[in-house]
C-alpha cells in the first residue's frame, strides 16, 4: 500500500514556499508605470529605428530650419565653428588630420536625429517637433552627399539611410599593448 | 623584501639628509616665507596673543585662506556649460579627492535639482517598470565604496608630444572618492530583468540629455546608484542628486543627474559612444565601446612645475589606479628609465580605486628623469608612450595611459619632458 512520506511533502512544499516568497519579494519603492507615462520620457532611437517618432521631413524643408537654429554655431553650411564640423572629411579617417563629422565619422542616420531631438539647439534642447528634427536630419544628410535633397526622411526610411562609415567600428581589443617590467639596464 | 629595502634606504637618507621641512619642495610661491620671521623665537606670534575665530565660524568649513590656489583648472571651450575642469593634483594629499575639487566634464550645463522633484524611471525588457524617487532610492540596502573616476580623454593632449605644463593639466581628469549608494543589480532585481536583456541605456537630465549604453553584466557586477560622495550627498556639479557610477570604466559612462534606466536587448549606439569616446585608429577604422581604463600612474610630487629646494633627501609620491582590478606593484624610476624600483604602496588597496605610492629618492643635485610604471592584479603593465604611438598612432583621443616623464633641470625645476 502505498504510504506518503507526510514529512518530505511538508518539506518540499516549505522549500516551494520559501523560494517562490524569494523570487518575488521586493522592497515595495517605487510607483508601477503605466504606458503613457513611459512615453513621455521614452525618447531614444535605436540604429533599427525603435523609438522613431510619426513625422517626416526632407532637406528641403529642414534647410530654413538649419540656418534659424544651427547655423550659428556649425557655420552655413556644416563647416564649423565655433562649434563641431557636420559635413564633409570623408576619406580623411586615416590621415595625419582625421576630420570627423556626421558624413565622414557616424555610423548611423538614426544618431543624428537622436542626438538633435535631445540635446539641440544647444540653448533650448527637447524644443523641436518631430517634424522639424526629420528636416534638419535630412538637410545634414543632404549636404554629406548622403541622401538627395527631396527624401522624406521618416521613421521608416531614416533608419534604412547607410552611412559611409556604417562598417567603420571595431569592438575594443584591449588589452593590446604589452609592456616588459625590466628593472635594470632597460632600454627606455 | 623590496619594501625592505626601500625602509633600509629610506633610513639611510633620512639619516644622510639631516633636518627635512616641508620647505623641500615649491608648489608655487603661495606657500609664504615671510610670516617666517615673525614666529621665530623667541617671538611669540600674534595669534597666540589675542582669541582666534568663533566656534563654528564657518558652518559650512572651507579651506584656509592660503590655500586659495589649490583650486580646479577649466580649458577655454566654445561655450561656458560645455567642457572639463581639471583637478589640482600636484597640491593633494592621500588618495581622497576633496569634493569641491573634484574634475568636471559637463556636456549642457550642471542642472538644480530639487531632490522633491528627483525621479528615475526603470523600463523597457523588465516585468515592473517602476517610477523612483529619492526616498524609494535611499529606502534600498546602501553600500559604500572607493573607486576612482577618470575622464577616458585624461593625458590625450599630451598624446603627441609634451605640451601641459603640470600634473594638473595632464593628469587631472581623475579623481577618487567613496561613494555611497544603491548597487545596480538591488534596483534591477527589484524590477525584474527580461533574461533575454543584454544592454542597458542611462540617460541623465542635464540639458545634453547624456546618454551612454552598458553592456548588461557590468549592471548587475559592480554598478552603482550614487547619491553621496565623501560622506555627504552629492555636489550639484557631480550629479545631484543621483548619478550612475561604473567602477573602473571611462566617468562619462557614470551618467550624472540619472532619470531614466531603458533595458533593452541591443546597444542604442547614442551620440556620445559613436561620434565621440570612439577610438580612432591609424588605420582609420574607430574602436567602440571601449569602457575600461587601464592601469596607470603619475608622480604628483616632484611634478611639472614645481621646483626641488634641496638636494638630498626629496620623497617622490604619486598616484595609481587600475579599471581592471587592483593595483599589484609600481615601480619608480629616476634615470628615464633605465632602471625602475619598487615604490611603497600607502594604504589600503582596494580594487578599481586610486593608491598612494611613495619613494625615498635623493637628489644629487643634477639633471634627472622621473617616471612610474603601475602594473595591476591581471599583471598588466603600464605602457611606454612609444609603445602606444606604434600601435594606436596620434589620432585617438581617449585611453592615453602612458608611462608620464617628468625632467628635473640643475636648478631644480621640474618639467614635462619626453623620454
Excluded at chain 2, 11 to 39: D, F, M, T, W, Y
Excluded at chain 2, 317 to 340: C, F, H
Aim: glycine letters at 10%.
Amino acid at each position: 500500500m502505498f504510504r506518503p512520506d507526510f514529512s518530505k511533502i511538508l518539506l518540499a512544499v516549505l522549500i516551494s514556499l520559501s523560494s517562490s516568497a524569494l523570487l518575488a519579494q521586493t522592497y515595495g519603492v517605487g510607483k508601477t508605470l503605466t504606458n503613457k507615462e513611459i512615453e513621455g520620457w521614452n525618447i531614444d532611437v535605436r540604429p533599427d529605428g525603435q523609438g522613431l517618432p510619426k513625422g517626416s521631413g526632407s532637406a528641403v524643408t529642414g534647410k530654413p530650419l538649419y540656418v534659424q537654429y544651427c547655423a550659428a554655431c556649425h557655420g552655413q553650411n556644416g563647416e564649423g565653428k565655433p562649434s563641431n564640423q557636420l559635413v564633409g572629411g570623408r576619406g580623411s579617417l586615416n590621415t595625419a588630420k582625421p576630420i570627423m563629422t556626421v558624413g565622414s565619422y557616424w555610423p548611423y542616420a538614426t544618431i543624428v536625429f537622436d542626438y538633435i531631438n535631445r540635446a539641440m539647439p544647444f540653448h533650448a534642447p527637447q524644443s523641436l517637433k518631430p517634424d522639424e528634427v526629420y528636416g534638419i536630419t535630412a538637410y545634414l544628410l543632404y549636404l554629406n552627399q548622403i541622401i538627395p535633397e527631396n527624401e522624406i526622411l521618416d521613421a521608416k526610411t531614416l533608419p534604412k539611410v547607410v552611412m559611409p562609415n556604417r562598417y567603420g567600428f571595431i569592438s575594443d581589443p584591449r588589452p593590446d599593448l604589452h609592456n616588459n617590467p625590466c628593472r635594470d639596464s632597460c632600454k627606455p | 623584501m623590496d619594501n625592505q629595502k626601500v625602509n633600509n634606504s629610506k633610513r639611510k637618507l633620512l639619516a644622510s639628509a639631516g633636518a627635512i621641512g616641508l620647505g623641500g619642495l615649491v608648489p608655487n610661491s603661495a606657500i609664504g616665507q615671510s610670516s617666517g620671521s615673525e614666529n621665530m623665537p623667541p617671538n611669540i606670534p600674534k595669534w597666540m596673543k589675542s582669541l582666534g575665530e568663533p566656534v563654528n565660524w564657518r558652518s559650512y568649513g572651507l579651506p584656509s585662506e592660503f590655500e586659495k590656489h589649490v583650486v580646479k583648472f577649466k580649458r577655454p571651450s566654445d561655450q561656458p556649460t560645455e567642457g572639463v575642469s581639471l583637478t589640482p593634483l600636484q597640491d593633494l594629499h592621500g588618495t581622497i579627492t576633496p569634493s569641491g575639487l573634484i574634475f568636471e566634464r559637463q556636456h549642457g550645463g550642471v542642472p538644480i535639482i530639487d531632490p522633491s522633484q528627483q525621479r528615475l524611471m526603470v523600463h523597457g525588457m523588465v516585468k515592473r517598470p517602476l517610477l523612483l524617487d529619492m526616498n524609494d532610492i535611499v529606502r534600498l540596502p546602501s553600500i559604500s565604496r572607493v573607486y576612482f573616476l577618470e575622464c577616458s580623454g585624461n593625458t590625450s593632449r599630451d598624446w603627441a608630444k609634451p605640451v601641459s605644463k603640470n600634473v594638473q593639466q595632464t593628469h587631472g581628469l581623475l579623481s577618487n572618492c567613496e561613494w555611497t549608494g544603491v548597487l545596480l543589480s538591488t534596483l534591477l532585481d527589484e524590477v525584474g530583468v527580461d533574461p533575454k536583456a543584454t544592454w542597458i541605456l542611462a540617460e541623465g537630465s542635464d540639458a545634453s540629455a547624456h546618454t551612454r549604453s552598458l553592456p548588461i553584466g557590468k549592471c548587475f557586477e559592480d554598478a552603482m546608484l550614487v547619491y553621496a560622495q565623501n560622506g555627504e550627498m552629492l555636489r550639484p556639479e557631480q550629479g545631484y542628486p543621483l548619478r550612475l557610477i561604473i567602477p573602473g570604466w571611462e566617468g562619462n559612462v557614470s551618467v550624472k543627474w540619472l532619470r531614466r534606466l531603458k533595458v533593452g536587448d541591443a546597444p542604442f549606439y547614442t551620440r556620445q559612444e559613436t561620434s565621440r569616446y570612439t577610438d580612432l585608429m591609424p588605420d582609420g577604422k574607430a574602436r567602440e565601446f571601449t569602457f575600461v581604463m587601464e592601469a596607470k600612474s603619475v608622480i604628483t610630487k616632484p611634478s611639472g612645475g614645481q621646483k626641488l629646494l634641496k638636494q638630498g633627501f626629496n620623497e617622490i609620491s604619486g598616484l595609481a589606479w587600475s579599471g581592471n582590478g587592483r593595483i599589484q606593484r609600481v615601480d619608480v624610476s629616476t634615470d628615464a628609465g633605465k632602471t625602475w624600483r619598487e615604490a611603497r604602496i600607502d594604504g589600503p588597496v582596494q580594487t578599481r580605486a586610486v593608491v598612494r605610492f611613495t619613494y625615498p629618492w635623493s637628489w644629487n643635485g643634477g639633471p634627472a628623469i622621473l617616471q612610474s610604471r603601475a602594473v595591476d592584479e591581471t599583471g598588466y603593465v603600464q605602457p611606454t608612450r612609444s609603445q602606444i604611438i606604434s600601435l594606436r598612432g596620434i589620432n585617438s583621443r581617449y585611453h592615453y595611459n602612458a608611462i608620464q616623464s617628468w625632467g628635473v633641470n640643475s636648478n631644480g625645476e621640474v618639467s614635462n619632458v619626453q623620454a
